[in-house]
């Protein structure tokens, strides 16, 4: 396939946005060229949280969102507001966000108040945010020697730092533990600790997508990160911490906390494709069987899983379905 990857470039700030003063701590900027009318937004939602979009009327947010959006409560937060014509500054707290837009796309800097060393993130330069076919791509540069976890279940190691991996989620069952992509559970959550504090970017969306995570390179920008998602456009979450620690707590606040495991969880779970795949007796009469068995011995059981091999397709060939 033809590669159709465009960066929107020519941004200016979008005075028709409500509460887009030069002391707010939220930017919108729209795209001067006809061709690609892109809009950009950047905005503190809490004490440290950002939060991205990227979009077009080609390109609108996907509908179902993960999380609901976050509203802003900046409460107590200590804020403080740089604006010129091509660039904004937020210091939030101990946290400084710059965006800088001169003759370019969008450039995000993420960094620790009185930290001397690299910014914990900063967009690729040029190339930050591109239209990708019917989804999007953000492009950042790629910190070497630090950890990269989230993803949700991806393969061992836990390091994911210079793989690439598929956001899908898929019954994998058989898969090698060390190499397979895509497995069960998918989070577009990446987190990257460095020993001057970590940053987390959570993407809402339930596209298919792709995380290059400095496998790739480029003579002219070097190792980067991308993020590459399949269909619309992006809106994703920034959070900032010292600590991993900080991190996995704000996007529990976030995304929302377990429920309480039910009582009936601590008790004895059965499964197994022992049964459930059974042809000769059928499946059903096997189950009632061992129901009537445990009944029997006095074993309590309180719960069956099925398996993802319990349906056979009605017609030839029988193929065993994971679920119907």
């Known amino acids: 396939m033809p590669q159709s990857e465009r960066v929107p470039l020519n941004w200016v700030i979008d005075s028709s946005q409500d509460g887009d003063s030069s002391d707010s701590p939220e930017l919108h900027l729209k795209c001067k060229d006809p061709h690609l009318p892109f809009d950009f937004s950047f905005e503190a939602v809490r004490h440290n949280v950002f939060r991205t979009t990227f979009t077009s009327k080609t390109h609108p947010l996907p509908p179902h969102p993960s999380v609901p959006r976050l509203k802003r409560d900046l409460t107590d937060a200590k804020i403080a507001v740089r604006t010129d014509d091509t660039s ?60 990269h976890v989230g993803l949700g279940e991806k393969a061992a190691p836990m390091d994911l730092s210079g793989r690439r991996f598929r956001l899908s989620a898929t019954d994998s069952f058989g898969y090698d533990v060390h190499r397979t992509d895509p497995l069960y559970k998918n989070i577009p959550l990446l987190i990257n600790a460095t020993p001057h504090g970590c940053v987390a970017f959570f993407s809402t969306s339930h596209s298919r997508g792709e995380y290059s995570i400095g496998s790739e390179m480029d003579g002219m920008w070097g190792y980067y990160k991308v993020y590459r998602q399949d269909y619309g456009g992006l809106e994703e979450y920034v959070i900032v911490g010292k600590t991993v620690k900080d991190i996995v707590t704000t996007y529990a606040q976030l995304a929302g906390h377990p429920l309480l495991v039910p009582r009936w969880a601590f008790g004895y779970l059965s499964g197994g494709m022992k049964y459930s795949m059974l042809d000769d007796p059928p499946a059903s009469e096997a189950l009632l069987e061992l129901a009537r068995k445990m009944k029997e011995n006095d074993i309590p059981c309180s719960a069956y899983q099925m398996s993802s091999g319990y349906t056979v397709a009605e017609t030839p060939p029988k193929t065993r379905n994971v679920f119907t």
């Not at 690299?118 to 190339?127: I, M, Y």
């Not at 591109?130 to 989804?135: I, P, T, Y």
């Open 88 to 147: 904004k500054e937020v210091l939030l707290g101990d946290i400084t966000a710059k965006v800088n837009w001169n003759g370019t796309s969008p450039v995000v800097y993420i960094s620790l108040v009185g930290s001397k060393l690299e910014p914990l993130h900063q967009d690729v330069p040029h190339r930050s945010y591109a239209v990708d076919g019917l989804g999007v791509a953000r492009y950042s540069k790629y910190n070497r020697d630090t950890l």
